[in-house]
């Protein structure tokens, strides 16, 4: 099992440029999440999906669209990017159900590190 | 806005001794979690603690939780180079069985002396 993996690894963009932040995982998990990471900080929420079909805001969301595909896949755009989007992004998929009880480990992909001049 | 705050910001220690580091929260949550990360790399989670446990174990790992302080504590012991890395608290505060995502603490940053 690859786990969850993400693409690209590194990107530079340019103010004002597109792209979308790529993510998969390969075991069957309803829930799915984006996280950045800035220097010095924690990871900060940005979307997620509990399950195939749905998605909300997390903490930070202004700036980002996301886009659940299937079971598998977790898309994060950004349509405009801005030097305050450079950061580390993380996507991770849990087991965790909104119609189950808490306690589920989340799984985290490997980071694309984005950098915006 | 962070809900955990970690401390020490930073701990270097040699190898073989014990690292503590603690973890403080704001709001009332249905789980703690602790997760390690390496420099440059993904999150891998450590430990899970219910809120209605007090005290957890896994191999070298020991993990307190007083829900009436709000507060976290992570314990190694025998500490190895192998364990340098960063290490965050993350907790479950949301009515989605955790399926609304976790909130992070900015992390303690654990460097052992050989």
């Known amino acids: 099992n690859a786990g969850v993996t993400q693409t690209p690894k590194f990107q530079v963009l340019k103010t004002g440029q597109s792209m979308t932040l790529q993510c998969a995982q390969d075991?069957?998990?309803?829930?799915m999440y984006w996280y950045r990471q800035d220097p010095g900080m924690g990871l900060r929420l940005i979307y997620y999906?509990?399950?195939?079909?749905?998605?909300d805001k997390g903490e930070v969301p202004n700036g980002y669209n996301v886009s659940r595909l299937n079971k598998r896949e977790f898309s994060l755009r950004l349509e405009s990017a801005a030097p305050s989007q450079t950061s580390v992004y993380f996507c991770?998929?849990?087991?965790?159900?909104?119609?189950?009880?808490?306690?589920?480990?989340?799984?985290f992909g490997p980071g694309t590190r984005l950098t915006v001049t | 806005s962070q809900q955990g705050e970690e401390d020490p910001q930073a701990l270097s220690i040699q190898e073989g001794e014990n690292a503590t580091m603690n973890c403080s929260y704001k709001?009332?949550?249905?789980?703690l979690q602790w997760y390690r990360q390496n420099s440059g790399r993904g999150l891998v989670h450590l430990i899970l603690i219910r809120s209605n446990e007090r005290e957890k174990h896994s191999g070298r790992l020991r993990v307190t939780l007083d829900t009436s302080k709000k507060s976290s504590s992570l314990l190694i012991t025998a500490s190895r180079a192998a364990d340098t890395a960063s290490y965050f608290c993350?907790?479950?505060?949301?009515?989605?069985?955790?399926?609304?995502?976790?909130?992070f603490g900015k992390g303690t940053h654990l460097i052992i002396q050989p």
């Open positions: 075991m069957n998990h309803n829930s």
């Open positions: 993350a907790t479950d505060a949301g009515s989605g069985g955790g399926a609304d995502g976790l909130t």
């Open positions: 991770a998929s849990s087991e965790a159900n909104p119609s189950r009880g808490g306690g589920y480990e989340q799984y």
């Open positions: 709001t009332s949550i249905n789980n």
């Open positions: 999906s509990a399950s195939e079909g749905t998605t």
